[in-house]
């Protein structure tokens, strides 16, 4: 976690956040703030925001009077909605179906943030993906594998929840090459739907995925660290995508001789 948002691009900024587990293991979580081309600006999720960062954020966006909207991107990322709300009132609150039925009080939108029709609201700025294949909102609690998914392509960054995970260990074991590597979340499995179908639904998105964002630059991820162009260590993003895609195909090629 830091206090201080991590300039990616002249209009994008990320901050790391902290999210613990059982209150002890701190796996991490994020929010994005874009500058659009109207000069208005969108979160990216929502967080409980220190001083020193809402400070940051109120000298970028005229004390949140610039923020026009808040994109609530995972299902099951619910925690700091209410309070991102309350801080910017103003801003148009967009959330999942599960979103909505978490928190019914509270001043949604009409649209989902899954829905296409908030996606060509905002294709001036953004091209967004949602996985093809995996249940966006699991019956499992446990099971997060799933999230809308968003690039930036001004800046070429992508914004993503759990569904891609970017893994870099420090000395020694990074020294041995273990801890650089661009992955699908481990909940895959699990998220995949249980019919004929579904992986080879979930092959044919992740293909588009990289034909379609492999130029990306950078990656802000949830709950490890980020992959940024300048300081990408190897392989371009695409490159390290595809990678992602064969580490998963043992899963895949499981799941169609069960299903289909």
């Not at 960062?53 to 925690?79: K, V």
């Not at 609150?93 to 979103?99: E, I, K, S, V």
Request: hydrophobic fraction near 40%.
């Amino acid at each position: 976690m830091t206090d201080h948002w991590l300039q990616i691009s002249p209009d994008f900024w990320n901050l790391p956040g902290s999210f613990k587990i059982g209150g002890i293991l701190d796996v991490g979580t994020h929010i994005s703030l874009v500058r659009r081309g109207n000069g208005k600006f969108v979160l990216l999720d929502s967080y409980t925001l220190s001083d020193e960062a809402g400070r940051e954020l109120d000298a970028l966006t005229n004390n949140g009077a610039d923020i026009e909207a808040i994109l609530n991107l995972h299902p099951f990322h619910t925690i700091h909605v209410k309070n991102m709300h309350e801080r910017f009132p103003r801003a148009r609150l967009y959330g999942t179906a599960r979103h909505l039925e978490r928190f019914p009080k509270l001043r949604w939108e009409s649209l989902r943030t899954e829905d296409p029709d908030l996606h060509k609201l905002y294709a001036e700025d953004f091209d967004f993906s949602i996985p093809r294949g995996v249940d966006f909102i699991s019956a499992n609690q446990d099971v997060h594998f799933s999230s809308v998914m968003v690039l930036h392509r001004a800046s070429g960054t992508m914004h993503v929840d759990d569904t891609l995970m970017y893994l870099r260990m420090a000395p020694p074991l990074g020294w041995l090459g273990l801890g650089d590597s661009l992955r699908f979340h481990i909940t895959l499995a699990k998220a995949l739907e249980k019919r004929a179908g579904a992986a080879a639904d979930f092959r044919a998105w992740a293909q588009e995925l990289i034909e379609q964002w492999g130029g990306a630059r950078n990656l802000c991820a949830a709950h490890v660290v980020n992959l940024l162009d300048q300081d990408n260590p190897g392989a371009s993003m695409k490159e390290r995508m595809q990678g992602a895609l064969s580490q998963v195909e043992k899963i895949l090629a499981k799941h169609e001789k069960k299903y289909g």
